[in-house]
T-cell receptor, first 113, second 108 residues
Framework: NAGVTQTPKFQVLKTGQSMTLQCAQD?????MYWYRQDPGMGLRLIYY???????DKGEVPNGYNVSRLNKREFSLRLESAAPSQTSVYFC????????????FGAGTRLSVL | GQSLEQPSEVTAVEGAIVQINCTYQ??????LSWYQQHDGGAPTFLSY????GLEETGRFSSFLSRSDSYGYLLLQELQMKDSASYFC?????????FGTGTRLQVFP
């Protein structure tokens, strides 16, 4: 039972480079989320998708784009990476039928130089 | 607007009881979740309150008062492995908003 899978686990980028963080869940959940977590801080919501075909901005969407490719997959794209985007990125999916539990992936540790 | 308040840090000894308070303000509130996160790990679900009152799950209990926009997490019989960050997170519409969390350090 894989749960929520994120790739890659680690990434180093140069300023201005682009990349896509991949996320997939195998629990048939409708809702999926992207968060970032800076050292010693809480999680801040970047974007979320309440259901397949919809996406909405969270607290800190600037500099990011998302794609809900299908029910399983929700990707996060950095078009032109900046040092301020150095962070740990977590993807999550939500089980509305069971206490709204969010299941998190292991995270992607991104450094932008 | 949305706001969350939790203590930034709490310390306790093994075997003790700790209460982590949370006050929140959010639009469209329909539940309060608690998550645990160990250093270097991902958040994991602990508890969820949709209605006022106490929810008990083993050594952990969570309480909610919707009229006061207040909740707490109660950890009993503390163990070293409970050293972690704890986040209260209110559900508003389809969004779960996390605060900066409470870092719990358990000493022997």
């Amino acid at each position: 039972n894989a749960g929520v899978t994120q790739t890659p686990k680690f990434q180093v980028l140069k300023t201005g480079q682009s990349m896509t963080l991949q996320c997939a869940q195998d629990m048939n959940h409708n809702s999926m989320y992207w968060y970032r977590q800076d050292p010693g801080m809480g999680l801040r919501l970047i974007y979320y998708s309440a259901s397949e075909g919809t996406t909405d901005k969270g607290e800190v969407p600037n500099g990011y784009n998302v794609s809900r490719l299908n029910k399983r997959e929700f990707s996060l794209r950095l078009e032109s990476a900046a040092p301020s985007q150095t962070s740990v990125y977590f993807c999550a999916s939500r089980d509305r039928k069971a206490k709204n539990i969010q299941y998190f992936g292991a995270g992607t540790r991104l450094s932008v130089l | 607007g949305q706001s969350l308040e939790q203590p930034s840090e709490v310390t306790a000894v093994e075997g003790a009881i700790v209460q982590i308070n949370c006050t929140y303000q959010t639009s469209g509130f329909y539940g309060l979740s608690w998550y645990q996160q160990h250093d270097g790990g991902a958040p994991t679900f602990l508890s969820y309150n949709a209605l006022d009152g106490l929810e008990e799950t083993g050594r952990f209990s969570s309480f909610l008062s919707r009229s006061d926009s207040y909740g707490y997490l109660l950890l009993q019989e503390l163990q070293m492995k409970d050293s972690a960050s704890y986040f209260c997170a209110p559900w508003g519409t389809d969004k779960l908003i996390f605060g900066t969390g409470t870092r719990l350090q358990v000493f022997p």
